[in-house]
C-alpha cells in the first residue's frame, strides 16, 4: 500500500471537519423518531421502531404524524462513527487495549463495565501514552484515614 505524502494528509484535515460541519448541521435538522403510539400509552416506550401495521399512518407517511426514519437523514459517509473531535473511538477495557490505540487518529472511550481499580490505571497509563480519554469521570478518590 503506497504512503500517503504529507501534501495529502494536510489536504484531509480541512475536509474532514468541513464533513463533520455538514454532519453537525444535518442532525440539527433531523427530526425527532418516535415509535407510533408511544405518545398514547406509558407502556410504549419512545425509542423508534419500524412500523408494521397495515394500517399504520406512520408507516404510510401521512400528513400530521411523526416522520419515520429513512436513508436520507444520514450523515456524510466519510465521517460516519467518527467522533465529534474528528477521530475514531477506541473502546478500551484494560491497559493492554490501550496499546491498540493510535494518539493522532483515536480517541479512548473506557468500557461501561469497567470497576474504579482499573480505571484509574487506564488513565494513569492513557496519560502516559499521550490518548485522549473521552470519559474520565465516574472515580470516587478516597482519601486514607489519618
Same mark, same amino acid.
Not at 2 to 9: C, D, F, Q, R, T
Not at 28 to 56: A, C, Q, T
Not at 63 to 85: C, D, I, L, N, T
Given at each position: 500500500?503506497?504512503?500517503? $505524502?504529507?501534501?495529502?494528509?494536510?489536504?484531509?484535515? @480541512?475536509?474532514?471537519?468541513? #464533513?463533520?460541519?455538514? =454532519?453537525?448541521?444535518?442532525?440539527?435538522?433531523?427530526?425527532?423518531?418516535?415509535?407510533?403510539? &408511544?405518545?398514547?400509552?406509558?407502556?410504549?416506550?419512545?425509542?423508534?421502531?419500524?412500523?408494521?401495521?397495515?394500517?399504520?399512518?406512520?408507516?404510510? $407517511?401521512? +400528513?400530521?404524524?411523526?416522520?419515520?426514519?429513512?436513508?436520507? !437523514?444520514?450523515?456524510?459517509?466519510?465521517?460516519?462513527?467518527?467522533? &465529534? &473531535?474528528?477521530?475514531?473511538?477506541? #473502546?478500551? !477495557?484494560?491497559?493492554? /487495549?490501550?496499546?491498540?490505540?493510535?494518539?493522532? +487518529? /483515536?480517541?479512548?472511550?473506557?468500557? =461501561?463495565?469497567?470497576?474504579?481499580?482499573?480505571?484509574?490505571?487506564?488513565?494513569?497509563?492513557? $496519560?502516559?501514552?499521550?490518548?485522549?480519554?473521552?470519559?474520565?469521570?465516574?472515580?470516587?478518590?478516597?482519601? @486514607?484515614?489519618?
Amino acid at each position: 500500500m503506497p504512503k500517503k $505524502s504529507a501534501k495529502k494528509m494536510d489536504t484531509e484535515a @480541512p475536509k474532514l471537519e468541513k #464533513l463533520l460541519e455538514v =454532519r453537525r448541521t444535518i442532525a440539527e435538522h433531523r427530526p425527532v423518531f418516535l415509535r407510533p403510539e &408511544s405518545w398514547r400509552y406509558v407502556r410504549i416506550h419512545p425509542e423508534w421502531r419500524k412500523p408494521k401495521g397495515m394500517d399504520n399512518k406512520i408507516r404510510k $407517511s401521512f +400528513k400530521g404524524y411523526p416522520k419515520r426514519v429513512k436513508v436520507g !437523514y444520514r450523515g456524510p459517509h466519510e465521517v460516519r462513527g467518527y467522533h &465529534s &473531535s474528528g477521530h475514531t473511538e477506541v #473502546l478500551v !477495557y484494560n491497559t493492554h /487495549d490501550l496499546m491498540k490505540v493510535v494518539p493522532e +487518529k /483515536d480517541v479512548v472511550r473506557i468500557g =461501561r463495565t469497567v470497576g474504579g481499580r482499573k480505571r484509574v490505571e487506564i488513565l494513569k497509563r492513557a $496519560s502516559e501514552l499521550g490518548l485522549r480519554v473521552l470519559n474520565p469521570q465516574r472515580l470516587r478518590i478516597i482519601e @486514607p484515614k489519618k
